[in-house]
Structure formats: C-alpha cells, structure tokens
C-alpha cells in the first residue's frame, strides 16, 4: 500500500443533537485520484467542512502523512497541504490572475511596495509550469469558469497543497473544459498529489478516479478501488437500495406538434434554428457551451429580444416578448441556476411555489392565502417535497427539494411546454430519478419536453430525439433509434 | 426555538425594556400626554420609514425624502398661504388642493428616481442623492430661499387637530401603518416587491415585471415624503425651506433597526414601525433625562450599529 496522504477515521459531527456525520472515515493516497460520493445529506459537506478546518469535530481523528492533525481555521488545513477548489469560486474578478494567486502574500520590494514585475513571473512559471494556457496579467472576469479553476488549481499549488478538494468542479462547465480539467488532474496525480474528487456525475468519477468512498446518512459506508465496482453497485451503496433503473421513459411522441420553430433567430449568433416539438415528446437540445442552447431557451420564454424568426403554438403564430407572455402561452422554464434565477431563497416553499401563478392565486389585486396554501400543499405532495412546513425558508432544503420546489412552481401554472435548462445539476441519484418520473409522466399526460443536458447519459436515457448545435446553429437531429454518445460527440465538436 | 423568538422580536423587548426602565426612571415618561408627545414626533419619520422600507425591501434606498419632504412642503404650502407674497394666483385653494399638488409632487419626485433606476439600472444610492440634491435646490428655486408662512386654518388643522383626543399625525401615522402592512402582506403587489427583492432573477422569470415594481416602490416613498411634508408643515403653521434636513437618515434608521434587510426580501413595516417608535422613546428619554441632543446623536448611531450586529449574528447562526 502506498503513502497515505490524509488518513481519517469516525469522525463525528452532530448540530443541536442531530448527527450530521456518524462515522467519517476516508483514505487518500498520493499520486491517487479518490472520489467520494454520496446523496445529499450524506455527510459530505460536514466531512470537508472539518477537514478545512472551518467546523470543529465532536470526535474522530485525523492524520495528515501519519501525524494526527487539529485545524481550527482554513488557513491552518491550508499550511498542512490541504485545499480545496470550491463549487462557486470566489476570485476578485477585477484583479489579475497573478494578484489572485497571492493575494495576502504579494512579493514586496523596497519601502513595502509590491513587487508586481516578480509576482507575474513566478505566477506564470507556476501556470507554464502545469501547462495551463493562461497568462498571469489577464484580469480574472475575462476567464471562464474552467479557466477560473485552472487558476484555483494553480493557487492551490502554490501554497504546496498536497491533497485538492474538488467540490462538483464541473457543474459549470461544458465538455470541452471539463477536458481541460480532467487534463489538469491527471497532471496532479502525475505528480504525486492526492485529488478528493466530489461529483453527483457518476460517469465522470468512472471516468477520472481511481478509488471511491462512499457517505450515506453520516455513515462510511464502503470504500475501495473503482476498477473494482460497477456502476450499479455504486448507485445503490449511495441510494441503499437498488434502483430499478437510473432513467424512466414511459412517454410516447404522437405526431401533432404542439411547438413549431421556423428561422429563429436569438441572441450570441443563433441563427435559422427551426425544428418542431411534438406532443409527449422529450426533445433534448445538445451542444458544447456557448453552442446556443441556452440562448434558444431564452429566447422562447421572453427573455431575450425577438431577432426574427416564428414561432407557432399548436399551429398559431405567437409572439413571445417577455416571461410573462410566455407563461401565459403555456410554457414554464426551468433554469439551470436554481439559485440565481429559480428560486428566491429568503422566501418559503409557499411564496416559492406559488410564485409564477399569483395572478390565479388572487381575487383583484387581493392575495388569496388560502389559494396559496392549498396549491403549495398539492405541489409538495405531487412531488414529494420533503419540508417540515410550507413555510419554511427553501434555503434550508436539499438541493434536490429544492429543484422539485421550482418544478412544483412551474407545474402549478399547468404548462404544455417544459423548458428544462440542466435539471438534475447538483441533484443526488436518488432525485434524480424522481426527476426522470416527473418528465415522463409530464410527457405521457400530453405535455412536452425540451430539455438542455450536459450529461450525455441523460440525454442517452431520456430523449426521444435530439438536436445538436453547433456555433449557434443545428449541426445534426438525431432520432432515439440512432442515438449515441459517439455521435452527439461528433456532430457538437 | 426560544433563542430564535428572542432574536425575533429583539427589537420589540428593547423597546419594552426602554420603557420600563425609562417608567422608573422619569415620573414624566408614562403619562398620556408624553406618550402622545411620543407618538407624534414618531409620526413624520414613521411615515418616512414605511415608504422606505418599500424600497430598501427591493434592495434599493431612498436618500432623497428629506429634500421631498420640504419641495412637498412648499409647492403645496403655496397653494395654502394667505400671505401675499408666497401665494399662488388665485390662492388659497381648498386643502384639497393644495394636499393633491404635494402628494403629486412627491410622487413625481419618486417616479424620477425610480425610473433612473429602473431603466437605467442606475444604483439607487447614486440616483436618489441626485434626487436629494435637485429636490432641496427646486424647494429653494420655488420658494425663492424664503419660507411659506401664514398657512389657512383648514390647512393647520390637518396638522394639529385632535381625533377622538388623538393628534392628526399620529391616527395618520397608524391608518399608514395598517395600510402598508396589508398591501405587503394581502396583496400580490405585496408578494412582487418581496419576490423582486429577494431575487430580481427568479421573479423575473416568474413573469414579474420587475422594473415595473422598482419603479413603484420609489413612487411610493417619494408619496409618502410628500405626505410628510406636509404634515411638517400644517403643524409648524409654515413650510421652511430647509426642512426635512438629514430625515433620511432617521427613516433609512429606523427600517434597518427594524430588521428589514439591505440585501432585500426580508423585513416588515412592523419591524419598521417599531424601530422608529424605538428611536422615538429614546430621543424623548435622553431629553426627559437631560442629556444633551449632542449625545443623542451618539447613541443613535450606536443603536443603529447594534441592531445590524445582532441582525448579522442571526444570519450568520442560520
């Protein structure tokens, strides 16, 4: 066996009487990449929180190369060769990539001056040096959200970290950067450094780990080499119980389209898209970031001004000038940044819920609370919105309550066109799933899907057909009979 | 679940306590006429500060009501005046009238600031200091640097009449309060302000014309600067050019002592009213007590800083 680099066990943590972490165990070994997996609430956070040193442990020990370790604050797990790249990335955008990396230890030179010639140089020896393709005076917002990362990881190495957390690295990036990623993992583990890498994307853990440990509910539940499981098994050590099947699809496409686009037009040089959305069906609309996706979404819901091009509704032309347009010809827009534009997150389910469908929720210009309690207590049946009151912040609940609650606020205007912008991001298997159920079952009852994915395998699982963009425009359909991942690969690049 | 009641309603057990303590401390403190006393210097900045908690609720600010409330105070004094020199051709009008034009000005005033932002994604600190500037030089403009004196009987009356024993301002101050409070709570324009607040984002793809609610709620305060200008006025018997000096600062004080939060989404006109009833009791104690009003000032501001510690305390434990 080789060198353990950070050596952790029964680590213990409860909040008011509660166990958030049981019996936290966990082994990395240098030159190793190690996944660790679990739903949400499994303990995972609990468990980086400690091991950051930003939440005290009730009981467990902790060693770092063999010798037991306390840390009280961040920066004392930063000087022990722990770090960790957060899932959002907090950079001063207006400071350069090589004043980010030494932010709070510039190199001075005479009367405390900084010295900014010798901060550059060794910034761009270090980004040189893991081959990034970054320089170090480029100022932060010009970066991607890859390239920002890559940056992250740099800075994470300058402090000569040993052990890198990643938090869901790649739930802001599309293929092409998650590559370059994945690229600058490898060159860690090259060099001898343990990489702790936490992701929902089971593909992509089978993809770049080479051992896995599992959380569920507190508890350490198995650990071991990932060339050794199957995909299955470590679903259900997550889930704890088997799943049937990672994906439901009950839906059949009739042939009646409900939403016809001829020559749209949309924002960021989408152009002369036109393809039509059938009833029942769960169109998936695939492409490398910046492809246009997500500018076609807005563009449907109103959010975006109209370039040209037409829409038709069951055959009638429309006009779609603004969300609430939108809203009122049926459609409900999903986005993919549940907490930047899904939710508001100082309000509770019911406000949440109740959100896009005020106009029916009152009489005039009077709310009708009993209305809104009502739909909020159907919506968190249907869906199975696990909260103990409906008026509790949704702050405090899972990512995937979460994602169920802006589905309920959207499924409460009774739509016939889902626009899905990545819905299961940050969402355990388990949710998932639930997810899955709520698409098809939308479909089978008449209603329709267009959902953007990132993850292949969702689309593989659920579309019934897909199109893929390319620079702004389709490059290629795909029909489900055909449909592979080699070719959704193909026709995006 | 105790501890989260207490943080709560921290704010209302300060006032309590404060006037517990200011009960025994002064003989004077608890009687019906200082209460009243109380109740109607609360009143202007009250008022304020429910129109200010509109806006600070959609993450902006307000700091142009004080300037509002003098242009209010003298437009709608011109209007009202027997004395020759400030009146208007054809003056005095009916009360009516003359409240109309002030309540139109403020409400103006706001719309100004509020399409600034709203359209122009100006930051409202940046458009309401233009405001708090253009408004003061406007009321100085109008009323040629010189107060509007001499003001009708009907019109002083609104200020300073009785109401069942109870002064105008203050059965003003409360008909506000009730009034603000419903249409926050019981009204789906209640529910836009709190949903554009909390995140601009989201209510906007929800269907909520967010711009449209930026802009109303700055219509509103700006109304009730007006209101408050006039109140000033009618009690005073005259509109003096540089009234409402610095009143922003009570009512912005009063909202964040209230709870309300400046990031937006959270907060009560309650909170707000008990915040300004707080800075109320406590300027009429340390009066009471003697101490100078040089000190008062000290002691508010350590109040105002306080209540957002406690306030960021809470956050920070959630």
Redesign the interface.
């Known amino acids: 066996m080789t060198r353990a680099l950070l050596e952790v066990s029964g680590l213990k943590k409860s909040y008011g009487g509660i166990a958030a972490l049981r019996d936290g165990r966990f082994r990395l070994e240098a030159g190793s990449v190690h996944a660790l997996c679990g739903g949400n609430g499994a303990g995972k956070s609990t468990f980086l929180g400690i091991v950051m040193g930003i939440r005290q442990r009730d009981g467990g020990t902790i060693a770092r190369n063999g010798v037991e370790v306390a840390f009280d604050t961040p920066s004392d797990a930063l000087a022990a060769g722990i770090s960790i790249i957060e899932q959002e990335l907090n950079p001063v955008p207006a400071m350069t990539v090589a004043e980010n990396i030494f932010l709070g230890r510039e190199p001075l030179a005479r009367f405390g001056r900084v010295d900014f010639r010798q901060m550059n140089a060794s910034a761009q020896a270090l980004l040189d040096g893991l081959h990034f393709s970054i320089r170090a005076d480029t100022v932060m917002m010009e970066l991607t959200v890859a390239e920002l990362q890559l940056v992250e990881i740099a800075k994470a190495l300058s402090y000569d970290a040993e052990v890198i957390f990643m938090d869901e690295p790649t739930s802001a990036l599309g293929e092409a950067e998650a590559d370059q990623l994945f690229a600058a993992i490898r060159l860690l583990k090259e060099r001898g450094k343990g990489v702790v890498y936490v992701s929902h994307r089971l593909s992509e853990i089978f993809g770049i780990a080479d051992s896995y440990t599992v959380f569920r509910d507190g508890q350490f539940i198995d650990s071991g080499k990932i060339a050794d499981v199957t995909r299955e098994d470590l679903i259900q050590m997550i889930v704890g119980r088997p799943l049937a099947e990672e994906f439901v699809k009950e839906n059949r496409t009739e042939p009646t389209a409900i939403l016809s686009v001829r020559n749209l037009n949309a924002e960021r040089g989408v152009s002369d898209v036109s393809f039509d959305l059938r009833k029942g069906e769960i169109l998936a609309l695939y492409g490398l970031m910046g492809s246009g996706r997500s500018e076609i979404f807005e563009r449907l819901?109103g959010?975006s001004p109209d370039l040209g091009g037409e829409i038709r509704l069951e055959g009638r032309p429309i006009t779609l000038g603004?969300?609430?347009q939108?809203?009122s010809h049926g459609l409900a827009?999903v986005?993919e940044?549940r907490k930047?534009?899904?939710?508001?997150?100082?309000?509770d389910v019911r406000?949440n819920i109740?959100?896009?469908s005020?106009?029916e929720?009152?009489s005039g210009?009077?709310?009708r609370?009993r209305r809104e309690a009502q739909a909020a207590g159907r919506m968190i049946e249907m869906f199975g919105i696990k909260t103990a009151s409906d008026r509790l912040e949704v702050s405090g609940l899972s990512g995937g309550n979460q994602q169920k609650v802006v589905l309920g606020?959207w499924f409460l205007t009774t739509p016939r066109v889902l626009l899905l912008d990545e819905p299961t991001r940050g969402v355990d298997v388990g949710a998932k799933r639930e997810i899955y159920r709520i698409m098809s079952d939308f479909a089978s009852a008449g209603g329709a899907v267009i959902m953007v994915s990132s993850e292949i395998d969702e689309v593989l699982g659920m579309a019934d057909r897909a199109i893929v963009m390319r620079e702004g425009r389709i490059a290629g359909e795909i029909d489900r009979r055909d449909l592979s991942a080699e070719k959704l690969v193909h026709l995006a690049a | 679940m105790l501890a989260s009641h207490a943080q709560k309603y921290g704010i209302l057990i300060a006032l309590i306590v404060a006037c517990i303590f200011l009960t025994f401390a002064n003989e004077y403190f608890l009687t019906g006429r200082n209460i009243l006393n109380v109740l109607r210097q609360t009143s202007i900045n009250g008022i304020l500060a429910i129109g200010m908690t509109f806006v600070i609720l959609t993450r902006g600010i307000d700091l142009s009501v004080g300037s509002i409330v003098a242009l209010a105070g003298v437009v709608s004094a011109s209007l009202a005046t027997t004395s020759s020199a400030a009146m208007v051709a054809g003056g005095p009008y009916p009360v009516a009238i003359a409240f109309g034009a002030g309540l139109a000005v403020g409400m103006a005033c706001g719309a100004v600031s509020g399409f600034v932002v709203a359209r122009f994604n100006v930051p409202a600190f940046v458009a309401t200091l233009g405001m708090l500037s253009a408004a003061r030089g406007l009321t100085l403009i109008y009323a040629g640097g010189k107060p509007v004196p001499n003001l009708t009987d009907a019109y002083r009356w609104i200020g300073t009449a009785d109401l069942a024993g109870i002064p105008m301002p203050v059965v003003a101050f409360a008909v506000i309060f009730l009034a603000a409070t419903w249409v926050l709570t019981s009204t789906r324009f209640g529910r836009h302000v709190y949903a554009a607040g909390g995140n601009p984002h989201a209510a906007k793809v929800s269907g909520i014309n967010v711009p449209r609610i930026r802009l109303l709620v700055y219509v509103i305060s700006g109304g009730m600067a007006g209101f408050a200008g006039m109140m000033l006025a009618a009690r005073t018997g005259s509109a003096l050019t540089q009234a409402g000096i610095a009143y922003e600062l009570d009512a912005i004080a009063a909202v964040v002592i209230g709870g309300t939060s400046l990031a937006g989404g959270i907060g009560r006109v309650t909170g707000t009213v008990i915040g300004a009833l707080l800075i109320g009791v406590m300027n009429n104690g340390l009066d009471l007590m003697g101490v100078e009003s040089y000190y008062q000032q000290v002691i508010k501001g350590g109040l105002i800083v306080a209540a957002v510690m406690l306030d960021q305390a809470r956050h920070k434990q959630a």
Not at chain 1, 340 to 347: F, I, K, P, Q, T
Request: hydrophobic fraction near 50%.
């Open positions: 819901f959010l603004s969300p609430r939108a809203i827009f986005t940044d930047g534009s899904g939710l508001v997150l100082s309000a406000a109740c959100m896009a005020l106009d929720m009152s210009p009077v709310m609370s606020k």
